[in-house]
């Protein structure tokens, strides 16, 4: 039997993914991308903001058409639309088999003997459950990243954020646990890893009693055969001297994902964030001052209930002072369920829009102005892959995270495959990507 796997939403729900993957192919069941000639169609959704909700709707509404003409036998959706709005979708899209919630994932074989039965049924699991299922993942990023999931759910209950209700409160996975993972991907050919959870700094806080992050890093450090560890998804409050101090770890990148959402204390008070203004000052600047070479990314929210024009001008010359090196803004979604979405001084979508267009052009800037500062620079970089019909290859530094950061082109004739690493001097700046050659 053949299977279409469609995997939406963020790298953590990539990882879950991985995992499905896994397992149907140790049944032996075949990966199509096919719609025609799938016999079972498994989608995995996302539900964070109304746009990922709509993409979910999408694909499933797509996907129910090759269940109604019958050439596919089973429609299964797994994820985190599938624990929101689990009866809902078996109500209103027929064609759907099976709804399998976000911590019964490993569950999917069931379900699609289930399917295949015809039956018509929700499955899930204790929402603070955490399924670690012993069949080996399916990478599906190259072969030479891939994206290690250190924790699941998150308690920090932001007032703007449904996770917590679709993904259950924190919970770490056993660190013996990561690095047997972490070594079976080495063994695939894996060089990058890249540490993911909805929040990676507060690492064993339930399991050990301490923040165990920097211990997890220098324990992954001695896996051979991995050469970069990347950590996405920092919450600024939990970031610690002994964290900053694993920068001495060759492996270690020199890279933070720090998201903080917004710069205004009024508006930080009300997400129900944990930091104020001059706080997030501090910890950029420290982390500058500890590791010069950091390169920083964060994301902001335009248009949060209440946001006033002024409020958004602090955010925009508090990038301005601050500088990061990538920075992604988004509009505010107001989410069901989240106390956000009841606040009063909802703002206009258009107003939304217009502060994060303000801020993507000021970012713009600043960004094409450091990728200008590279030029000169010796970098190691990943290939990622060679251009289509040219002498040139892609890759990414240090200072680029797979899907959200910029590239690195260079001109050679010399053969090089995906995962190699190759020294180049970089000699020119394409807006937000580098050019270079090599070394
Ligand atoms: Fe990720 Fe979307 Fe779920 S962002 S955690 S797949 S709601």
């Given at each position: 039997m053949k299977i279409l796997f469609i995997s939406l939403g963020c790298d953590k729900n990539l990882v879950d993914t991985e995992v499905m993957l896994g397992m149907l192919a140790s049944r032996g069941y075949e990966m199509t991308n096919d719609e025609q000639e799938a016999d079972i169609i498994v989608i995995n959704t996302c539900c964070f903001i109304h746009d990922a909700k709509e993409e979910s709707i999408q694909n499933i509404l797509e996907m129910a058409e090759y269940k109604k003409n019958g050439s596919a036998k089973a429609l299964?959706?797994?994820?985190?639309?599938?624990?929101?709005?689990?009866?809902?979708?078996l109500d209103e899209i027929p064609e759907v088999d099976e709804v399998?919630?976000?911590?019964?994932?490993?569950?999917?074989?069931?379900?699609?003997?289930?399917?295949?039965?015809?039956?018509?049924?929700?499955?899930?699991?204790?929402?603070?459950?955490?399924?670690?299922?012993?069949?080996?993942?399916?990478?599906?990023?190259?072969?030479h990243f891939a994206y290690l999931k250190i924790a699941e759910g998150c308690d920090k209950h932001c007032t703007y954020c449904i996770i917590p209700k679709i993904r259950g409160?924190?919970?770490?996975?056993?660190?013996?646990?990561?690095?047997?993972?972490?070594?079976?991907?080495?063994?695939?050919?894996?060089?990058?890893?890249?540490?993911?959870?909805?929040?990676?700094t507060l690492y064993g806080k339930d399991l050990y009693g301490e923040k165990s992050l920097p211990k997890l890093l220098r324990e992954l450090c001695k896996i051979s055969g991995i050469r970069w560890i990347r950590i996405l998804y920092c919450y600024p409050e939990e970031i610690t001297d002994e964290l900053i101090q694993v920068k001495e770890e060759s492996k270690i990148c020199h890279y933070l994902d720090l998201p903080i959402q917004h710069a205004n204390d009024t508006i930080l008070k009300r997400m129900g964030r944990r930091t104020s203004k001059q706080e997030l000052i501090d910890i950029v600047q420290k982390l500058r001052k500890e590791i010069p070479d950091i390169c920083l990314r964060t994301t902001l929210i335009t248009g949060f209930?209440?946001?006033?024009?002024?409020?958004?001008?602090?955010?925009?010359?508090?990038?301005?002072?601050?500088?990061?090196?990538?920075?992604?803004?988004?509009?505010?979604?107001?989410?069901?369920?989240?106390?956000?979405?009841?606040?009063?001084?909802?703002?206009?979508?258009?107003?939304?829009?217009?502060?994060?267009?303000?801020?993507?052009?000021?970012?713009q800037e600043i960004a094409f102005d450091k990728a200008e500062d590279m030029i000169g620079r010796e970098v190691l970089v990943m290939i990622e892959g060679k251009v289509a019909d040219e002498n040139a290859y892609v890759g990414r530094t240090y200072r680029d995270a797979p899907n959200v950061d910029g590239l690195i082109f260079i001109n050679t004739d010399v053969e090089l495959?995906?995962?190699?690493?190759?020294?180049?001097?970089?000699?020119g700046a394409l807006d937000y990507d580098l050019i270079g050659e090599l070394i």
């Open positions: 299964i959706v797994t994820g985190c639309m599938a624990e929101r709005y689990r009866q809902e979708i399998l919630g976000t911590t019964a994932y490993d569950r999917i074989l069931d379900a699609v003997d289930a399917a295949l039965a015809g039956q018509h049924e929700v499955m899930t699991a204790d929402l603070d459950a955490l399924p670690l299922p012993e069949t080996k993942r399916l990478v599906t990023t190259g072969g409160n924190f919970r770490s996975v056993p660190m013996e646990r990561l690095l047997k993972e972490a070594q079976d991907l080495a063994e695939q050919g894996v060089k990058e890893l890249i540490l993911v959870a909805q929040e990676t209930p209440g946001e006033t024009q002024e409020q958004h001008e602090e955010v925009m010359e508090f990038i301005d002072t601050l500088e990061f090196d990538r920075l992604g803004a988004f509009t505010y979604s107001p989410e069901e369920d989240t106390p956000a979405a009841t606040f009063e001084d909802q703002i206009d979508e258009e107003v939304k829009e217009d502060r994060q267009a303000d801020i993507m052009e000021l970012q495959i995906s995962g190699d690493f190759a020294k180049v001097k970089v000699t």
